[in-house]
Nanobody, 127 residues
Framework: VQLQASGGGSVQPGGSVKLSCSVS??????????IGWFRQAPEKEREGISC????????YYADSVKGRFTISSDNAKTTVYLQMNSLKPEDTGVYYC???????????????????WGRGTLVTVSS
């Protein structure tokens, strides 16, 4: 299963970008999986930053993006969005979406991807 991210671009610090992820490749047998966003900064490992349950719409965030990013889904649950506000240079990276198991444990966000990585989208935050 590969989900494709789109919507990246270049923005100045403090700006906003909205990313989209098409969820339609997921079959009904994977309906229990959430959808998560990951990012990989230059020379760093990929990290999970947010996810949303497709069952109840509950959203989870890593501390690094909490309060600035918002994950959402359209009513048909075919597209998941990541609204990114108050962007910082350290938000620069390639952003990916994936089917995941995720949540919060002992106050810490976790997100485990399922399947192969699809195409990411580059977000560059620079003045």
């Amino acid at each position: 299963v590969q989900l494709q991210a789109s919507g990246g671009g270049s923005v100045q610090p403090g700006g906003s970008v909205k990313l989209s992820c098409s969820v339609s490749p997921l079959g009904l047998d994977l309906d229990y999986l959430a959808i998560g966003w990951f990012r990989q900064a230059p020379e760093k490992e990929r990290e999970g930053i947010s996810c949303i349950s497709r069952n109840d719409g509950r959203a989870y965030y890593a501390d690094s993006v909490k309060g600035r990013f918002t994950i959402s889904s359209d009513n048909a649950k075919t597209t998941v969005y990541l609204q990114m506000n108050s962007l910082k240079p350290e938000d620069t990276g390639v952003y990916y979406c994936a089917a995941v198991t995720c949540g919060s444990y002992a106050g810490s966000f976790f997100s485990n991807p399922y399947g192969n990585w699809g195409r990411g989208t580059l977000v560059t935050v620079s003045s």
